[in-house]
């Protein structure tokens, strides 16, 4: 394979904006020890020190559940919402619209998303908001003690013994369908490819869908679960190899042009895909979608980077939304003189 | 266009009867989708443009076309804008109601119909006046597609002769509600002067009622409630709105839009300041607006009761987490279909304690379409003074109908944003605490998202937080929390409209109202005294919680009624909630709950009948 695009020294003490990787960290996770989430909060502090992420921008947003737990694990001096179960997705979108120049990080669950939250996640991806959206999917509530989730595999077992006898909602599918513009799937346990992942999450202006299989130790970690550890590595399909290059460094990458796909994102960034799977073209939606399906039949979970569009605009673009954040416009930007309202009773008499 | 400017001849009461002047009210019956509305609309603004006060009332069925539709536009010289529960006037349009609406005339009264219904027969003590509409719009509007439309334009024309309105007004009012659309007035135009013309010419005065012009509209417009609230939020400074459709309040949002696209776009960028979203049901709507509280923006969403209790979740997380956003209910009867187009007071306990656990809300209540507007500004202040969701308790009697009001007053106070910290302020004293009462009055300082400074930043949850935000489940910790949510409840208390007291010099019978009951009242006040002798006091709630003029109120009469638009006295049972047992034991209810607007007659019956009891 081509060599991976030099990232961000690890040893340097600081990042490009000067700031040291302890200011990316959180409170101590109370989530159970050896949960995937973890795993993910860790790369997610990697991926915004990397990038130089200003955390005062960020808005950390989640709905309720492990997942949604999370977003108190990283970025402790950032700014975040615990919402509701399931409508992260609107307190998100609201905020984005008040001040366009934050973060966005949304971090859910696979029943806070395909289950209670499915009507608003459906909408999220339609309006393509520009925020990244994180599901840590182990296939079950965990934080109600393992029932099925609506992502949990056909076939698959609890430890109870109760086999799902319904097919699962693929989010990826679900979201490259409806308009996401940075669709793909990833797994807890792949350090490598979840950071160049997110890092281009980060970097693409729209929805940044990242479906992370994150399996669940304590209800969902043993055999006849498919979100197990060694059920996703047995099958996991990678579709590409996915390397990303941020804007601020030089691009001094070995790659054969033949067989290597590169993305410009809408900052400058570069995302490099290696392709593993034959003629794969991540911005061809059909295709996209041929591969998910083909991947279900056969058992495989494919993970890497499915869809991105980086011409679509964003929600907040479409609304012609000012520069300036709406939700600190001074007094005279906001409410129209005398003159206006003396105009409109006089419309009125 | 051409006009024809006819000279009122002088209209003589028929012999034996004293003309009764500017004091009638007038229901029109059609079918729902025949565009009586513009018909209906001109005449309400023909009448109020000959200066006389009036009111018009849209009775309309969940239906785009098909369903029976009332109107009733009342004229009072009085100044009474209530409904009224009979009509002086009818005109029949309707084939299938309108048997029914003729038997339920009172004796007297006069009615206009197509002539095709043969309603004659039904009644003698009834003035009829046989109207031959499609003979008559045939000529006018040679379109057959359009006659459905303009045939109703005919019986304006027609009322105008029997009653008195100047073709003038008819004519100027058609001019401002078609505005550009110069064909259509004038197509209008000439089916109004085909149904004067045909009246002039056979139709006899048989009834003894008039209208005349007189000088009390001078300066006062013509709104609807909902109108009113979009123009108060857009001078509140609102600047991201999240709404989900739903009768009867869509038109707030709507006509919002429309103030805001032609208002509110920053002339150096050409951008829009602000944000409206459609959002895909009412809890988005509510999540998408408390997103946007949460960072600091003016935000609101408008819905009606189905939407309330779709928020309940989310207000309740609101309540907790601290997060000011504005929410308009327009409320009507009850869920799902049946009565979706018709008015109550119907979410008022529901809504004051909407969520779960300890949670209550200031509600605000506008009786008139001057506080639509005003109340829409003080919301958007009280919330972001209080960091808490506000609703405003309209009703679809206020929000759909068409109002008369003063002119409404420019803002006199500037944006009340609350306590919030800059990155400098949070640096200076070395960090902050969210939900610390650092000044007594249980209100916290907050920061905004984007603020660049790392000790101000901070995680908004739900029940379990403490001072730092920081999560907890500690007991103490949760009780403390919520006792200073109970504390600044009162500081909400000291901060919302008092209310509005009309003292009676006897103090035996007290009447609290709220609301559009309001206008009821104000005329049952009057007939109580004229007819009972009963010279009661009158306190107008304005907003909950309740200020302690309202207690006092209670304190100082004997029997105090409170007067609700629903069938469970949900105010009286709100008050109980806050009153003390000498209180309570003062309290007894008027309610008032088939879907209509209240009527004054409605008011005086009730007091009547249990004061003879008392």
């Known amino acids: 394979m081509a060599t991976t695009p030099v990232p961000a020294s690890p040893t340097a003490k600081t990042n490009h904006i000067g700031l040291e990787v302890a200011r990316y960290k959180g409170n101590k996770s109370t989530l159970c020890a050896g949960c995937g989430h973890n795993a993910i909060s860790e790369r997610i502090i990697e991926a915004c020190f990397e990038m130089g992420v200003e955390p005062h921008r960020v808005a950390k947003m989640s709905g309720i559940g492990c997942s949604s737990k999370s977003p108190a694990y990283f970025l402790n001096t950032a700014y975040g919402v615990n919402s509701v179960h399931g409508r992260m997705p609107s307190v998100a979108t609201g905020a984005l619209l008040a001040n366009r120049h934050l973060i966005a990080l949304g971090v859910s669950g696979d029943g806070d998303t395909a289950s209670i939250g499915v009507g608003q996640f459906v909408h999220l991806m339609r309006r393509n908001l520009p925020l990244v959206y994180i599901i840590e999917d182990n296939g079950c509530y965990g934080l109600t003690k393992g029932q099925f989730s609506a992502t949990a595999d056909i076939g698959s077992k609890l430890k109870t013994g109760v086999v799902n006898d319904l097919p699962p909602i693929d989010t990826c599918a679900l979201a490259i369908q409806l308009g996401a513009t940075y669709v793909a799937r990833s797994f807890s346990g792949d350090k490598r490819q979840l950071l160049a992942l997110l890092k281009g999450a980060l970097a693409h202006h729209g929805t940044s869908m990242l479906d992370v299989i994150s399996p669940c130790v304590t209800f969902n970690d043993h055999e006849g679960s498919t979100k197990s550890y060694s059920y996703v590595k047995d099958h996991d399909a990678p579709v590409s190899d996915v390397s990303f290059v941020p804007f601020f460094q030089e691009i001094s990458v070995d790659y054969d042009p033949g067989t290597t796909t590169d993305i410009t994102l809408h900052d400058g960034s570069h995302i490099l895909l290696r392709k593993l799977a034959a003629d794969y073209d991540p911005t061809r939606k059909a295709e996209s979608l041929r591969v998910l399906t083909e991947s279900h039949e056969k058992g495989e979970i494919m993970t890497g980077l499915f869809f991105v569009d980086t011409q679509r605009p964003s929600f907040v673009d479409l609304l012609n939304v000012m520069d300036e954040p709406l939700a600190t416009l001074p007094e005279a930007k906001v409410r129209p003189p005398k003159e206006v309202l003396d105009q409109v009773m006089q419309s009125l008499m | 266009m051409a006009t024809t400017h006819v000279e009122p001849k002088e209209i003589l009461a028929p012999a034996g009867q004293a003309r009764s002047v500017n004091n009638l009210s007038i229901q029109v019956a059609t079918v729902n989708g025949s565009g009586s509305q513009t018909a209906n609309l001109v005449l309400l603004r023909a009448i109020f443009q000959m200066g006389i006060p009036v009111s018009g009332k ?557």
Request: with cysteine; aromatic share 10%; proline share 6%.
């Open chain 2, 58 to 614: 849209n009775l309309f069925p969940s239906n785009i076309a098909g369903l029976p539709t009332w109107f009733t536009i009342r004229a009072s010289k009085h100044g009474y804008i209530a409904r009224r529960r009979d009509s002086e006037y009818l005109v029949a349009m309707n084939p299938e109601t309108a048997e029914e609406d003729v038997l339920t005339l009172k004796p007297g009264a006069a009615c206009v119909y197509d002539e095709r219904l043969n309603l004659k027969r039904l009644r003698d003590d009834v003035m009829f006046y046989p109207v031959p509409f499609d003979q008559l719009v045939a000529p006018v509007c040679p379109d057959v597609r359009l006659r459905k439309l303009v045939r109703n334009m005919i019986y304006d024309g027609i009322l105008a002769k029997l009653l008195g309105i100047e073709m003038e007004e008819i004519h100027k009012a058609l001019q401002k509600q078609f505005r550009k659309k110069a064909k259509a007035a004038e197509l209008n135009w000439n089916a109004a002067r085909a149904g004067f013309e045909y009246a002039e010419k056979n139709l006899v005065k048989a009834d003894q009622y008039f209208l005349e012009r007189m000088d009390a509209t001078q300066g006062k417009i013509l709104i609807e409630g909902n109108a009113a609230v979009a123009l108060g939020a857009m001078f509140a400074g609102v600047t991201v709105v999240t709404w989900y459709p739903i009768t009867p309040s869509s038109s707030v949002c709507e006509n919002l839009i429309e103030y805001m696209k032609r208002y509110r776009i920053d002339k150096e960028t050409g951008k829009a300041t602000f944000a409206i979203v459609q959002a895909e049901d009412e809890l988005a709507a509510l999540g998408m607006a408390l997103g946007a509280g949460w960072a600091g923006a003016r935000s609101m969403t408008a819905t009606s009761g189905p939407g309330i209790s779709l928020m309940a979740e989310f207000t309740g997380f609101g309540y907790y987490a601290e997060i000011p956003a504005v929410i308009f209910d327009i409320q009507r009867v009850g869920p799902s279909t049946g009565l979706p187009t018709r008015t109550a007071q119907g979410d008022i306990l529901s809504t004051a304690i909407l969520s779960h656990g300890d949670t209550k809300h200031p509600l605000l209540l506008p009786n008139s379409v001057g506080e639509c507007f005003t109340m829409a500004v003080d919301a958007f202040d009280l919330a972001e003074e209080l960091q808490t969701p506000v609703f405003v308790m309209c009703d679809l009697d206020l929000g759909m109908n068409t109002w008369m009001s003063d002119p409404f007053p420019y803002p006199a106070k500037p944006l009340a944003r609350g306590k919030v910290l800059s990155a400098g302020e949070v640096r200076q004293q070395g960090g902050f605490e969210r939900y610390k009462d650092v000044d007594g009055d249980g209100v916290g300082y907050r920061t905004l998202p984007g603020t660049p400074e790392p000790l101000a930043g901070w995680f908004a949850r739900g029940s379990g937080h403490n001072e730092k935000a920081i999560y907890s489940e500690r007991p103490e910790v949760y009780t403390q929390n919520v006792d200073r949510l109970a504390h600044k409840f009162e500081t909400a208390r000291q901060k919302v409209p008092g209310p509005v007291i009309v003292e009676s010099a006897r103090h035996d019978v007290g009447i609290i109202a709220y609301g559009t009951s309001h206008w009821a009242v104000e005329e049952s006040l009057e007939q109580l005294r004229r007819e009972r002798d009963i010279d009661a006091g009158y306190c107008r709630l304005r907003a909950f919680p309740f200020p302690p003029e309202v207690h006092a109120f209670i304190r100082r009469y004997q029997r105090v009624y409170v007067v609700d638009q629903n069938r469970d006295a949900q105010m009286l049972g709100l008050l109980r909630l806050e009153c003390d047992a000498d209180e309570i034991a003062k309290l007894r209810s008027v309610r008032h709950y088939n879907g209509l607007p209240l009527d004054a007659r409605t008011v005086t019956d009730e007091i009547s009948s249990q004061e003879a009891l008392k």
